[in-house]
């Protein structure tokens, strides 16, 4: 019999899946950086900055797992949820986590497009910045429904 | 801007060109075109000697290069930012008094540059020689020995691959008389010696081998051998890489050569371009002419300069069809962060310049977003000190001010929301003391309500968005197109405000809702109605249709604001989590160390990702949100004719 909190803790897990996307799409960008680098070692700053744009989506699945844990009592060991608000946190976790993944990609990519863009005409770099951050509003929008189904399900 | 005019007589070009550079606040533009004029033909040609600037160019590279021999070998340290040094005219023309001195360092240097690259050179040389030795070195055979008087040598090498029984085979059925050995193998290569007896037919052991995948190796600059040759390329090795010390032992002590050096380049760089400015003017027999544009506020000093020299000039409005170059005027708050629209694009000359308004956005979301006063304050005053320590110039000295403004907000909010490194006060306390205190914020924690922060950050992007539709009503007004102001602008904002009060309205009063449904009604019925009123045609139905349609992109607009909250979240859930494993190690002194440590390395982690989020974010909230509003870009850079110089800065007062 699934009891609600681990229902909950299941919920925490798959939002800090978000994880996975930042992973790949960090070494997306990690090799078009390399690329570019090869070419002109002095772009390192810039080219670190732009390949830890999309670290953001494993921050928000970190975030959200928190989030859970702090709703929950997790780190005070007293968790007492009861098998429904499980399943509804359960659903928190979901957006978060599943939305962080393919957007990480997504964002990957752009970034890396961004880097190799930044190669070549450094003065555009801040419209490279742009277009991948343009692709962190779905992680957001993803962020922000699991926090309000978290904080109304009544726990 | 104005344009202006000048002409003047050959006398004082150099003068007035000059002056004009240590002025550094006109642009000059290149006065070709006036030759296509058909009033102009034959009454002047085009200055400036190309092959002079050419030459210049070539010394300062010249100059540039025995600066960076110098750079580079001698043990200099090198600060954080790389900025010009100060420095007074007087003392400048004394440093190059000395120029032909100057000059000889220069010489010296790069004789000992080009020693020092020719032993480098060397040394690559014997290196790619040794490696080739390498597989050899079994072999005690002279090298050279390509034949006796009854045998012959070959060596070479197969790949690894290739099937050696076969081979031998091969060998001996041209010549039974042969001996093949390996000498040695490596990864992907197999080294042969064959040794066979010479016969009447004049025929090369190589040719059939090469089927076999075999390459001679032919050391013809070789005597003795192999470890012979090992020897004796490893100790001239070392005897040039003794004299590539010697070189740049020699090179470090000229250390103090440096400082003139770069004088002497700048002061280059800089008759350099005063000799190419002049491929922009005009002259005659006797006279000049030269034409740009200055910005109002220098237009005083430079008609003193022009007055002094003694030339005609001409100050004008620009013209309808002139698009002159974009200088951004800003107020003294603003001004660091026209870094950021100038990262963007310029706006367009006869457009809206909006860095006034939007730097107060920018500083207010960037603190939202980092929300915590230790951060803020580590950031404000790191920058402070940067700006103290360091006289930074252009782009980086208005990024580190806008940061440690954007700082302040960040302290602002961080007091709103009660964090301070996260919750490193109330960890702090109970690990370290075992007693519980409770820092409450001044306004409310987002982590208990973040429902209240997101409606208050959407309500921040509202105004945000209205106060760039306010810019764009503005604009059209201006520009006579005043209907198109109500219904582009107004009607929207009323049906936002009006779609808002019905939505939400309830809580405020019972009446919101109703008002707010017969705004947003009737707002979307003027919009149905209006929105196609520029096309013709069928264009009226579907323009009206289109432009209500246009909601959703209102919806997206406003929705982006949620990353105020999210990012403003994640600076207080990572912070907590640094706080939380540094207070795992135990309690009393033992946690007091642990948090200490990890938080040091913690929080500097959760700040740089956050400053990085927050600096990212609160760009594309201006760019894509607040620009895609009215914004009209694409104005050219004022590009004033100054002191392009590298290393100091003039000022011709001292």
Redesign the interface.
């Known amino acids: 019999m699934i009891t609600g909190n681990a229902l909950a803790i299941i919920g925490a897990a798959i939002a800090a899946l978000a994880g996975i996307g930042s992973g790949l799409g960090v070494g997306i960008a990690g090799q078009a950086a390399s690329g570019v680098l090869a070419e002109d070692p002095k772009k390192f700053g810039r080219t670190l900055l732009m390949q830890a744009l999309p670290g953001t989506q494993g921050i928000y699945g970190l975030l959200m797992a928190f989030l859970i844990f702090a709703r929950v009592g997790f780190f005070q060991g007293a968790m007492d949820v009861s098998p429904e608000q499980g399943w509804i946190i359960l659903a928190s976790g979901i957006p978060v986590g599943l939305i962080g993944v393919w957007s990480g990609v997504g964002q990957g990519k752009a970034a890396a497009a961004g880097i190799m863009l930044m190669g070549k005409r450094p003065d555009q770099m801040a419209k490279g910045i742009i277009y991948a951050a343009m692709v962190e509003t779905y992680a957001i929008f993803g962020l922000l429904i699991s926090i309000l189904i978290l904080f109304n399900s009544g726990v | 801007m104005k344009k202006f005019s000048i002409i003047g007589l050959d006398t004082v070009k150099e003068d007035l060109i000059s002056r004009l550079m240590d002025l550094g606040a006109a642009q000059i533009n290149d006065a070709g075109a006036l030759l296509q004029d058909e009033e102009m033909q034959g009454l002047g040609e085009r200055d400036g000697d190309e092959e002079k600037a050419v030459s210049l160019d070539a010394y300062a590279n010249r100059v540039n290069t025995a600066v960076e021999t110098l750079e580079a070998n001698c043990d200099l340290k090198k600060p954080l930012f790389a900025t010009r040094r100060e420095m007074g005219r007087r003392e400048f023309n004394k440093i190059l008094e000395r120029r032909t001195e100057i000059s000889k360092n220069v010489e010296y240097i790069l004789r000992l540059n080009t020693r020092l690259h020719d032993r480098q050179e060397q040394i690559n040389k014997i290196n790619v020689n040794l490696v080739m030795l390498r597989p050899w070195l079994e072999y005690d055979l002279p090298l050279d020995l390509k034949e006796t008087r009854c045998v012959d040598f070959d060596l070479g090498f197969v790949p690894i691959t290739v099937d050696m029984e076969g081979l031998r085979a091969a060998v001996m059925e041209a010549n039974e008389n042969t001996i093949m050995k390996e000498i040695n193998r490596d990864r992907e290569m197999i080294y042969l010696v064959i040794i066979s007896t010479k016969r009447d037919v004049e025929q090369n052991n190589i040719d059939y081998l090469k089927m076999w995948g075999y390459t001679p190796m032919p050391f013809t600059d070789f005597h003795g051998t192999a470890k012979e040759n090992d020897e004796r390329l490893n100790q001239q090795i070392k005897e040039y890489e003794k004299e590539v010390e010697e070189i740049r032992a020699e090179i470090a002590k000229c250390g103090d050569m440096l400082p003139d050096m770069r004088c002497l380049q700048d002061e280059l760089t800089m008759e350099r371009d005063r000799q190419k400015v002049k491929s922009h003017l005009l002259k005659t027999k006797r006279t000049f002419y030269l034409e740009g544009w200055i910005p109002e506020t220098v237009i005083e000093r430079v008609t003193k300069i022009l007055e002094d020299e003694g030339c005609y000039y001409e100050f004008r409005d620009p013209n309808e069809d002139e698009t002159p170059p974009v200088l951004l005027n800003t107020t003294k708050f603003a001004n660091p962060f026209s870094a950021i629209t100038e990262?963007?694009s310029l706006p367009d000359y006869r457009g809206f310049d909006p860095t006034n308004i939007f730097a107060w956005f920018y500083a207010f979301f960037f603190g939202l977003m980092l929300s915590d006063a230790g951060y803020g304050l580590v950031l404000a005053v790191a920058c402070f000190i940067i700006l103290k320590k360091y006289p930074l110039e252009g782009t980086m000295k208005k990024m580190i001010s806008m940061f440690a403004i954007c700082g302040v907000f960040t302290i602002f909010w961080g007091v709103m929301f009660g964090g301070y490194f996260g919750d490193l006060i109330e960890v702090w306390a109970s690990t370290v003391m075992g007693k519980t205190i409770d820092i409450q914020p001044v306004w409310f924690d987002p982590?208990e309500?973040?429902?209240k922060l997101?409606i208050w950050s959407l309500v921040f992007g509202v105004i945000h968005l209205f106060t760039a539709m306010g810019i764009d009503m503005y604009m059209k007004i201006k520009r006579g197109h005043f209907w198109d102001a109500i219904f582009d602008d107004l009607i929207w904002m009323i049906v936002i405000v009006g779609g808002a009060c019905w939505l939400a309205g309830g809580s405020i009063s019972p009446a919101a809702p109703k008002i707010g449904m017969i705004l947003f009604v009737g707002g979307m019925v003027v919009l149905l109605l209006t929105g196609g009123r520029h096309n013709k045609g069928i264009g009226k139905v579907t323009g009206g249709l289109s432009n209500v349609y246009g909601i959703t992109s209102w919806i997206s607009d406003i929705?982006?604001y949620?990353?105020l909250?999210?990012l403003g979240?994640?600076t207080g859930?990572?912070a907590?989590?640094v706080n939380?494993l540094g207070s795992m190690a135990g309690t009393g002194v033992k946690g007091a160390i642990a948090l200490i440590v990890i938080g040091i390395f913690g929080h500097t982690f959760s700040m740089a990702?956050n400053v990085?989020?927050a600096f990212?974010?609160s760009?594309?909230l201006q760019?894509?949100e607040f620009f895609g509003k009215f914004y009209e870009d694409g104005g050219e850079p004022f590009q004033p004719f100054t002191q392009d110089t590298k290393y100091v800065r003039i000022d011709n007062e001292r």
């Open positions: 990262m963007y982590m309500d973040p429902t997101l929705l982006s949620a990353r909250l999210a979240l994640a859930v990572i907590s989590v939380l990702i990085l989020g990212v974010h760009s594309r760019f894509v």
